[in-house]
């Protein structure tokens, strides 16, 4: 008992349990940690006592933020049981999983780099630089004015044509290992010499490995047709 209000045993269990799972068994129930975490749930209890004694609870931006955390949650649990009512079935995962390998199996992925740099004079500086021998990567260091490619190298990992905004696509479908741009490719982020390190047929992973992705996708999908169905049918003025 904390001032009269009782600390119940299983709040102990709780802890000690949560405790001991996190460690991965590097932790083991002991009186010592339970002591440990009596003292622990001891101090929570006076620290809201007090709080609720000083008004804490009852200051506008306190209430204002509860509200907020509550309405988030309320959210959270709304979304849970829209899953929870029409989980994906095993036959929906697997036709998802196959229509997903039928639009990439046998579809062209790239491993490019980019050097960014600012203006269209600048990227023909680059490409003339590119056609007298220099290397890639000491441009990428020298040129580009995007601080993370210097470090990366300007690596732009693989990514498939097929999920490429299309004028990067066109850009780089026609090239082959080795090759790199020999006009600049403009983005909102500036202009672009691109050289592709490798290419590859793309093939869907297993479905084992990709399922946790397809659940959530088709979790994602259920919540969004719910909520269109909510407010179709919601009076809206």
Same mark, same amino acid.
């Given at each position: @008992?904390?001032?009269?209000?009782?600390?119940? /045993?299983?709040? &102990?269990?709780?802890?000690? %349990?949560?405790?001991?799972?996190?460690?991965? =068994?590097?932790?083991?129930?002991?009186?010592?940690?339970?002591?440990?975490?009596?003292?622990?749930?001891?101090?929570?209890?006076?620290?809201?006592?007090?709080?609720?004694?000083?008004?804490?609870?009852?200051?506008?931006?306190?209430?204002?933020?509860?509200?907020?955390?509550?309405?988030?949650?309320?959210?959270?649990?709304?979304?849970?049981?829209?899953?929870?009512?029409?989980?994906?079935?095993?036959?929906?995962?697997?036709?998802?999983?196959?229509?997903?390998?039928?639009?990439?199996?046998?579809? /062209?992925?790239? *491993? #490019?780099?980019?050097?960014?740099?600012?203006?269209?004079?600048?990227?023909?500086?680059?490409?003339?630089?590119?056609?007298? =021998?220099?290397?890639?990567?000491?441009?990428?260091?020298?040129?580009?004015?995007?601080?993370?490619?210097?470090?990366?190298?300007?690596? @732009?990992?693989? =990514?498939?044509?097929?999920?490429? #905004?299309?004028?990067? #696509?066109?850009? &780089? $479908?026609?090239?082959? $290992?080795?090759?790199? %741009? %020999?006009?600049?490719?403009?983005?909102?982020?500036?202009? *672009?010499?691109?050289?592709?390190?490798?290419?590859?047929?793309? /093939?869907?992973?297993?479905?084992?490995?990709?399922?946790?992705?397809?659940?959530?996708?088709?979790?994602?999908?259920?919540?969004?047709?719910?909520?269109?169905?909510?407010?179709?049918? #919601? /009076?809206?003025?």
């Amino acid at each position: @008992m904390v001032n009269g209000t009782s600390i119940d /045993k299983t709040a &102990l269990d709780n802890a000690v %349990t949560a405790v001991v799972q996190s460690s991965g =068994g590097n932790v083991q129930d002991s009186p010592s940690l339970r002591e440990q975490l009596k003292g622990t749930l001891i101090n929570r209890t006076l620290i809201l006592q007090e709080a609720s004694k000083r008004g804490l609870d009852k200051q506008p931006e306190f209430t204002k933020r509860l509200n907020e955390i509550r309405e988030d949650m309320m959210r959270e649990a709304l979304f849970a049981d829209f899953v929870k009512q029409n989980p994906p079935s095993d036959a929906q995962i697997k036709a998802r999983y196959d229509e997903t390998a039928a639009k990439l199996n046998g579809t /062209k992925e790239v *491993h #490019a780099r980019q050097i960014t740099v600012a203006s269209e004079a600048d990227a023909q500086k680059v490409i003339a630089a590119l056609k007298k =021998g220099s290397k890639f990567e000491d441009l990428v260091r020298a040129r580009s004015i995007d601080p993370a490619a210097k470090q990366s190298g300007g690596d @732009m990992g693989w =990514g498939n044509l097929s999920a490429m #905004a299309p004028q990067l #696509a066109e850009t &780089l $479908k026609g090239l082959n $290992k080795g090759q790199y %741009t %020999t006009k600049p490719f403009q983005s909102p982020m500036g202009w *672009h010499v691109i050289k592709v390190e490798d290419v590859r047929t793309a /093939k869907l992973p297993p479905l084992e490995q990709v399922k946790p992705q397809i659940v959530r996708q088709l979790e994602e999908e259920t919540v969004s047709k719910a909520m269109a169905d909510i407010r179709s049918k #919601a /009076k809206i003025q």
